[in-house]
């Protein structure tokens, strides 16, 4: 229930595809209430696909919901406006990514693109984010003030493009202003279909006469536009704030921005709302309590930040990123993050709690488990993978301590600390400038090279577990870390199974071996493809056991190549008189 | 809160390890080498002051600038990686082997020894005009030093074998607790403080840190010590880094990872009788 003094808003809605055949318009709201109203506020999100692709009405789509889900799942720690600008930074990179895997990357009027501008009211404030030709106004005196810019290149007067626009470019500039609210002020959302086609006075008009709802207000503003000739979708949303909170609401949502750390968590004492049990581990970089949510009676998992790392602002900003990036994958082997109604007092994670051990402790119960244990731990890691590969996400620090198994053998991949969000580069880059995302054992060479890191990383990673399943080592011992030049990095050598556990098919060794190649294009293009060879020997390592000459020893093929002409030459001064 | 919880640190110690023996070849020699070039550095400064002042107590107070300095640069120094790299392979890291440990040591012992050897040279240059003049009382100093804590040990046989390898143990039991003391803090300052104290205790004590000998020795022959280099090797280099490595792992590595990573259980609290509670008969 909210209180009296709660932030309340009317929302009015109407959306028309007008001349055309499809509607590729879209337009959502949430009017949070209670504690998430406080934290987060209320948002509405209009988007406008461009009418010359055929998928900008899936990207429309994508772009609003998106928002709307992603924006609220964001950590309380966050301000709005980077809450939103992050969510919207990671929207665009994936419209971007689907338009450049499909052949729509060869024009550019086609697509994953469409407009996107969104109110989201906190407390006494209005965050407007826009990019693109749709539009956001302001009521005022019975006149409408436009409160964003149109992002239009115009050509001539006949043609005109979107100069931003999400989906594009890999980074898109959204602009970003704020606006004090009072009770009684009108909001309008409009996208080109209206208001190309209205002037600001009409539409003032339609938005003053009184009418039965806000929804009928605009649905009046879409059918006037409509008259007016409007031959473009059509979409309006009229917001008019009814109650605003006091200031006082406003000053905890302030402390709410500035969490402190949590104290000296120790068994058997109450914390916001939670009892702790039990420690569960305690590193460097964090501590991790098993704990009984008391309003649920749920077990869960709180995870703190270590007093080594609260200084550090860069790893503050991917621990709370973390929790997010849990809240985003849906996947039953992915870590979830548990969302409570009431607001965080403090700094921490919640996570769901699984009862199992990490791969670590299960490799040393099984020293020598069957071909089909690691299969099976081996394709559910690999269903995890491509949750987060499907959101362009990678999880970087994919290692035994990370996976847990449970009594009936399920795994689920925990932190994601490390993990890699496309469109955040900027957190990553310096959270990462001093250290390696992950581990060095299990982590891709290309990230001792700076290299290029793709899916095919994520899937060294897996490689590597699954070699050290079957035979309690690494496929190339310590050696991968130590080589930081790709001259060195030639050097390396995979070490056969066959050597270390004698009773594996020897095509077992071949699909490890190119999973788990130094060079990222060597390896398999998918990682459903190695889970596939661990079940059937591939076709292709049947016919070829032994690989080329010049794969196997490279200089020996050279020299003997060399020595050949050599003798050819020789031969030809021989054979000159 | 500016330190960390014991079980906090205690993990960092094996996390170091672990990544000082994945660390490559290259990064490993070059760290080293700087690690004993600016101890040496600062042993040179030390005895300075201690020649000038007449007074080994300016000179200890002042010697652990030398270490706050390479520590804080992320230098590795033998008597460190005696300590932190064995935890890697008790902890069962993957990966970690004997092999790597033994190879990590290695790099770190030629990485030290190169870079003391080249402030030897360095200074004793300086101080003899390159070679042109006797090195007046610093020289007549550390060849004096050279000479007791080779020759001195060698008279007494085993005996002094053993006082030298023992003189090792107390060394690094101190110099580790220094580099535990500095993963402690999380601010400068405080690593600061906790380096600066056992250094000071050990240098002051004249314990024998395998490192520093590397710089006092060599350049104590340069500067006309007489004895060889075979004394050198056998009667304190030996003995001093294997006392190192004793007292370093089993003082302060072990007793750490012992209690603080592999923390057992509590003893079982003693169970209080129920206070026989009788309700109160009228």
Known sequence: MTAPSALRVGLGQYSSAGRKDTNQDFHGALLAEGSVNETKGIAIALADGI???????????????????????????????????????ATNAWLHRQTQRTALRFDRNKGYVCTFSAVVLKSTTAHLFHVGDSRIYRLEDRTLEQLTSDHRYRVSDEE??????????????????????????????????????????????????PAPSLDATANRLVTAALEAGSYDNLTAQVVRIEALPERSATETYRQLNELPFPPALRPGEHFDGFKICRVLTVSARSSVFLAIDEASQQRVVLKVPSVDLRDDVAHLERFLLEEWIASRVDNPHVITAVRRTQPKRHIYQVTEYVDGATLTQWMRDNARPTLDQVRSIVKQ?????????????LHQDLRPDNVLIDRHGTITVIDLGSAYVPGLEELGTRAQAQHM??????????????????????????????????????????????????????????????????????????????????????????????VHDLETPSSRFLRQDQPPLIERNPVAFWQGLSATLALVILALLILRD | MAYLAPAEFATKMVDAGEAKIFMSTKDTIVRAYMAGAILALAAVFAITIITQTGNPLIGSILF???????????????TGVFVLCPLALLDKRPGVTVGGVLRNWGLVFVGNFAGALTVAILMSFVFTMGYNTDGGPIAKKVAGIG????????????????????????????????????????????????????IFVFFYMTFEHSVVNMFLFPFSIIMGGD?????????????????????GLAFTGLTLYATHVRTSEDRPRPVTAPIASTPASA
């Open chain 2, 147 to 198: 000479e007791a804590r080779t020759l001195g040990f060698a008279a007494y046989g085993a005996a002094g074998w053993f006082t030298c390898f023992v003189r090792g143990m107390l060394c690094n039991w101190m110099v580790s607790t220094g580099v535990v003391g500095a993963m402690i803090s999380t601010h400068v300052s405080g690593k600061v403080i906790a380096m600066w104290m056992p």
């Open chain 1, 381 to 393: 890691i690999a269903r995890a993978l491509r949750a987060l590969h499907r959101l362009e996400m």
């Open chain 2, 227 to 247: 004895f060889s280099v075979g004394d050198y090797l056998f009667w304190n280099e030996l003995p001093t880094a294997l006392g190192n490595l004793v007292g």
């Open chain 1, 160 to 209: 005109s493009f979107l100069s931003r626009a999400l989906g594009i470019e890999s980074y898109v500039d959204i602009e970003y202003s704020e606006l004090v609210l009072e009770v009684g002020a009108t909001l309008l959302l409009t996208t080109d279909g209206v208001h190309e086609f209205l002037d600001e006075r009409s539409m003032a008009e339609i938005l003053t006469q």
């Open chain 2, 64 to 78: 652990p600038v030398g270490f706050c300095m390479l520590y804080l640069l992320g230098f590795d120094l033998l």
């Open chain 1, 51 to 89: 009418s010359s692709s055929a998928v900008s009405r899936d990207a429309a789509e994508a772009a609003v919901t998106g928002f709307l889900n992603d924006y609220y799942s964001t950590p309380e720690a966050w301000s709005t406006k980077h809450s939103a600008m992050r969510v919207l930074e």
């Open chain 1, 437 to 530: 995302p992950g581990t060095p054992q299990y982590l891709a060479p290309e990230y001792f090279v700076g290299g290029h890191r793709s899916t095919r990383s994520d899937q060294f990673s897996l490689g590597v577990i699954a070699y050290q399943l079957l035979c309690g080592q690494l496929p190339y011992g310590a050696d991968v870390a130590r080589a930081t030049s790709p001259a060195a990095q030639k050097r390396l050598r995979y070490r056969p199974l066959r050597g270390r556990n004698s009773e594996l098919p020897p095509w077992i060794d071949l699909a490890l071996e190119k999973a788990t190649r130094i060079d990222p294009m060597h390896r398999y293009d998918e990682i459903s493809e190695f």
